[in-house]
């Protein structure tokens, strides 16, 4: 088992101050990021995958023989009536696409358009 402590401490999660990371769940982690565009997020997300992998902590159960991350990205704009659940859900679903797709990986919640705009993260409306 992979002190995931040690793996939040040395991934440099936090690199604004308003930037935050927290333990979300057994072996999961949330990362607020304040202020970004999906593509930044991204960026972001990838760096601390990057950072995890080379920091080459043993992992014997895992096929790459190094502790990885798996992340899912989302973004959200608050907005009237929205729901902080949304961009939790929205992650979350991300997350588990980046674990079917073969973990060590990054994936987007949002359209793949998306990450190419500067705009303010938003998430569609619920059907």
């Known amino acids: 088992m992979v002190d995931a402590e040690r793996v939040r ?5 936090n690199r604004r101050a308003s930037d935050f990371a927290a333990r979300y769940g057994g072996e999961e982690f949330a ?18 995958r990057a950072k995890v992998a080379k920091l080459g902590l043993k992992h014997r159960v895992s096929p790459f023989g190094i502790a990885t991350v798996s992340i899912g990205v989302s973004c959200f ?3 009237t009536g929205s729901d902080a659940r949304d961009l939790i859900t929205a992650a979350d679903s991300a997350l588990y696409q980046a674990k079917r797709l073969g973990r060590h ?6 359209p793949a358009g998306e990450l190419t ?3 303010p ?6 059907s």
């Open 117 to 119: 705009s500067t705009a």
């Open 9 to 13: 401490r040395n991934a440099a999660f």
């Open 77 to 79: 704009a608050p907005t």
């Open 121 to 126: 993260c938003s998430l569609p409306r619920p």
């Open 31 to 48: 990362v607020l990021l304040p202020g970004l565009d999906a593509r930044t997020a991204f960026n972001v997300a990838e760096r601390i």
């Open 105 to 110: 990986r990054t994936e987007p919640a949002q």
